[in-house]
């Protein structure tokens, strides 16, 4: 008989092979449908990805501050911190630190693309839009009722790449924030892992 009270992680724990190859399918889904999306009648348009030094740092700057404040929730949030270490543990236990490179990289770009780049302007470029937007995001991180916490922190943290995404009319601010966001993240859980510190040497 299962415990209910248990706090085994719902999801099976997959190797390095099948996270980088979901990861790339990912990936690749997020665009395809975002292309696919761009040619529906109720497509609302595509916000640019155009270069700017300035929204360069901006977005750097965003993804230290979602970090920190990620640690804050972390640190004064136990449900949060249990809910965080599942999932995190769950994706970045089985990886070596070379792949936390594609870990920030694909997730960053795709997502970014499709639910600011595609979706926001399709609900609207307003907060309709961003809180559409980043509803869709923290759902799409919602993978059992453990992780409800972290999910949560995700659609808020989706409210923040959305209002900076319609702020500078450019993709380039969440897709840098998202990308710092996410290797920040990476770094930290892995190097405070014990039992991640000899992987990848």
Known sequence: MVDPTSHQPELEPLNRTQIL?????????????????????FAGGQLPLAWSGQDLGLGLVLGLLITGMSALLYWLWPTY???????????????????????????????ELLFRGVLLPTLGLDWSGILG???????????GRQYWPY?????????????????????????VA??????????????RSPQNKSIGK
């Open 81 to 111: 911190r249990h809910a965080s270490d599942l999932y995190l543990a769950l994706v970045l236990r089985p990886l070596i630190w070379g792949d936390i490179f594609w870990l920030g990289l694909l997730p960053g770009l795709s997502e």
């Open 151 to 175: 999910a949560l922190w995700a659609t808020v943290v989706g409210v923040m790449f959305g209002y900076s995404a319609v702020v500078s009319h450019n993709l380039l601010l969440p897709v």
């Open 178 to 191: 998202h990308i710092a966001t996410n290797w920040i993240a990476a770094i930290l859980w892995k190097w």
């Open 21 to 41: 190859i979901a990861m790339g399918l990912t990936a690749i889904l997020w665009l395809i449908i975002a292309k696919v999306w761009l040619r529906t009648p």
């Open 133 to 143: 937007s980043a509803l869709c995001f923290g759902i799409l991180h919602f993978s």
